[in-house]
């Protein structure tokens, strides 16, 4: 029984290759893997943190011989698929679950090893690249912004945002949903910024508001229509959700004094525009990040990814046919995954949300 993978063998160079697979409690065939392009083009171009040094999690400190090398052979965190066959009594064959395993046609899995979400039957199966992983991501920034009003008394995603002011910066795969979060959990209003006309496009479409950063001084423009008290102008709470110094600034600039930004972003190179010296300073603000590894500490005993892709799926329910129509934006055979990443990373390609289907792919059993 053999599977084939996607991996990056060497700065630049994508190949599918055949490997063995490994016995273990129950197998799956994949139908869809989504595409990060923030993550994964990073070990494409060699711009990862991990190729470069090593993360001592016991110290929480980077240095040290690098995480990672090449080849990469783990590639992807999106996947759903269909299990074949089972020895496991939580996973029985045919059920449809979202994995993170990576771009190949198949999988052996292991309920004491792996995440595994059970899809529901009524949910169109190629949504459920979101619900082990990306979801949780966007999810898990509206638990943060929660924690950060009612620390250990939050009693579900929409207390962060709940008739407040909200702005995103970014409108890529993460940006998106967590705009769409923030609105089906009660925002009073919900603003998405992003320098490019064509994401801010599939925004609109989801029904959200948008800004383009660059016509003018988007902070400006915001505080002037969101008015608190005077002297208290701005957005109650940001979600960073593109990976540029610039955008973390400019989130910043949109908040109201003493509000928070919850930084979703995924910074690979520095941070020179972020001028602490400017509104953070003489507002008092605050910046949190809200990666996925960790839930508020607060919040640690409540909450873990799977209430979190539960939240996803409840999402999906309600605003699927949006995201199916307009978030995913490419649908791309297996086969020519290593020509899509490369376009991707080469820029000759924009998708917000590439999704390999794995239809003639083989069986992966």
Known sequence: MRDRNLIVSAPGTLEIVEEEAAPGPFRVRTLYSGVSAGTELSFVKNTHPGL???????????GGPATDAFPVTRLGYMEVGVVTESDAPVVKPGMTVAMTYGHRTGWTGDPLRDRIVPLPDDLDPILGIYAAHMGPICANGLLHAAADLYGPAVRGLGDGVSGRRVAVTGAGVVGLLTALFARAHGAASVVVLDPSPERR?????????????EAGDAAVTLKTAWRHWPGDR???VVFQCRGQASALHLAMRLLRPQGTVVDLAFYQGGAADVRLGEEFHHNGLSLVCAQIGRVPRALATGWDRERLSAATVDLLRADGDLVRRHLITAVVPFGEAPELLHDLAAR???EVQSVLSFEDAGDGR
């Open 52 to 62: 470069h040094t090593g993360f001592d999690a016991e110290l929480g400190l980077f």
């Open 201 to 213: 496009a599939i925004a609109e479409a989801l029904g959200l508001d948008t800004l383009d950063p």
């Open 234 to 236: 701005g957005a109650d």
């Open 348 to 350: 000759r390609r924009q």
